[in-house]
């Protein structure tokens, strides 16, 4: 199974993963065109895009979604309550292209295993997914408030972990944004900080080699390497030294990550 | 009922309509040019209205990065070269020094006490005189990354002070090291920090925006590392002749306001070093 962050960020997400059968997205917060030109800056490109997995209704999730389904009759996978949140925002999508993948449920794709869990997040029915291949495990958690024991049970000892880091809570608090969009990011149905993402990493981090890309970065309240040395420092005083066996990762709002196997 | 005529009376009521859509269109353009023009004016406008006069730097950095550190860790080892003096580490990343050499203020306080600084305090070279507080008998010095001071961080800074004798007595001194740039972003301009203060008010009348210098301000305090902000400080002198510094976020122009609160202090596992 190899995997790219195509974009990662408030203003659009998508993850790309295939191995030898087919490829997946997971998410299309980009506009179609801009998901072509990121694809093939990694050298690949729609056609072998087998179906697109959305984790829900926010537009920064299914900007692309649409158009890409129409463009490229690629299947669309949601629950149900995505599903009627999307419609109107992501224009006709084909009854046969329309595809439910309910919470907590495991499907396959040839020799992946896909599976969803809930989060907690302010859309209708938000979940994101764990990959399996084989013995491997590719672990995607954004857009989520917290992470709780049940979500650290199912992304526990993923080889790679899409992992969101989107915030520090000092530059939030400081920051220009109304109190009322602070205290949305805050709460329990906001955005994980960089601490708070290290303090759930150390609970499911396994000791085996493990990458980890900080993800889902605000613009305005977070900076690459503040995350990558928040997340650092807090791992450290939990005992876990990053470069050892665990590796933190950048993503990026414009360029996609190199494509990688795990 | 007469089609054809109805058709024409429809093709010119909305020509007409078109035609009024667009002209309130270019007026709205035109009207958001203004804005712009008059913010630049009015800015002008209130500096001359509350008689502010503003000199500005000859050369400034349009760009800077963001700076983290690590706080140091005192230890007898690194003390050892200290003469005339007797230290005492409190909570590890606080130094207490006595002088215990005769060494008067006005010595002292030459070129700003860069003598003494080199002579007696650890990296003293990296240490700029901030303020002289004579009734407090008491000098503040920030210490400086790349020639810019770190403004009011606890960890960088350094208070000698002295007796009513007018002779040297202690110091206090907290340091960073492993200074690392990143992410470096565009500045607001000197002119821009000057226009948001006039904008907020607080410029007073008569004054004069004397320097603005670029430095550091605290960001972010991490577990063992401090993220610093680059930040402009704009030095005001008033009409009674008083100066004033006001200190804005060099990225978004947010106003800082710093406060000198003594951290507490343990003086548990303290070590002591002549």
């Not at chain 2, 690194?78 to 990343?93: A, P, Y």
């Amino acid at each position: 199974m190899r995997f790219s962050i195509l974009a990662s960020g408030s203003t659009g997400n998508s993850i790309y993963i295939e191995n030898e059968q087919g490829a997946y997205l997971v998410d299309a917060g980009l506009t179609a065109k801009r998901i072509e030109a990121q694809l093939a800056k990694i050298g690949r490109s729609m056609k072998d895009v087998k179906a697109i997995f959305v984790t829900h209704e926010h537009s920064d999730h299914i900007k692309g979604v649409g158009v890409l389904a129409r463009k490229h009759g690629v299947p669309i996978y949601a629950n149900q309550k995505t599903w009627q949140a999307m419609d109107g925002l992501v224009g006709e999508i084909a009854l046969d292209q329309r595809y439910q993948f309910d919470m907590e449920t495991v499907q396959s794709f040839g020799s992946i295993s896909i599976e969803s869990f809930a989060v907690s997040h302010d859309s209708v029915d938000p979940m994101f997914y764990v990959f399996h291949e084989n013995d491997r495990k590719l672990a995607i958690i954004t857009d989520t408030g917290y992470v709780s024991d049940r979500m650290k049970g199912i992304i526990k000892s993923a080889d790679s972990f899409v992992f969101e880091s989107n915030h520090d809570v000092g530059m939030l608090q400081m920051g220009r944004y109304p109190w009322s969009v602070k205290r949305r990011i805050l709460s329990d149905v906001g955005h994980v900080s960089n601490e708070d993402a290290a303090i759930a990493m150390n609970d499911v981090i396994e000791q085996k080699e493990t990458h980890i890309y900080l993800s889902h970065l605000s613009r305005d309240n977070n900076m690459k390497d503040l995350a990558r040395m928040s997340v650092e420092q807090t791992l450290k005083t939990c005992g876990i030294i990053t470069g050892e066996f665990v590796h933190l990762k950048d993503t990026d709002a414009e360029e996609p990550t190199q494509l990688i196997t795990i | 009922m007469d089609w054809s005529k109805t058709k024409t009376i429809f093709i010119i009521v909305f020509s007409i309509l078109n035609v009024l859509l667009y002209s309130l269109f270019l007026n709205r353009n035109a009207d958001i040019g203004n804005v712009e023009v008059m913010g630049q004016a009015s800015m002008e406008e209130v500096l001359k209205q509350e008689n502010i006069s503003y000199k500005l730097p000859p050369f400034v950095d349009k760009e800077a990065s963001f700076v983290s550190a690590d706080v140091v860790d005192f230890n007898k080892e690194s003390l050892k070269d200290l003469k005339g003096q007797r230290t005492k580490i409190v909570s590890n990343n606080l130094l207490k020094s006595t002088i215990t050499d005769k060494i008067t203020l006005d010595e002292a306080n030459d070129d700003d006490f860069k003598t003494f600084l080199s002579q007696y305090v650890l990296n003293g070279k990296e240490y700029v005189l901030w303020n002289v507080v004579k009734d407090e008998h008491k000098a503040f010095f920030f210490q400086q990354f790349d020639g810019r001071p770190i403004y009011y961080s606890p960890s960088a800074m350094l208070v000698i002070t002295w007796g009513e004798d007018e002779h040297i007595q202690s110091y206090e001194q907290r340091m960073l090291k492993d200074f690392a740039n990143f992410n470096k972003k565009d500045l607001l301009s000197p002119l821009d920090i000057i226009g948001s203060l006039a904008s907020r008010g607080l410029l007073k009348q008569n004054s004069e925006v004397t320097d603005v210098k670029m430095g550091y301000s605290t960001l972010v305090r991490l577990t063992e590392t401090q993220v610093f902000a680059p930040t402009w400080d704009v030095q005001v002198k008033l009409e009674n002749g008083e100066k004033e510094h006001h200190f804005l976020s060099a990225n978004e122009g947010k106003v800082i306001e710093f406060q000198l609160n003594g951290e507490d202090e343990k003086v548990a596992d303290e070590e002591q070093s002549e």
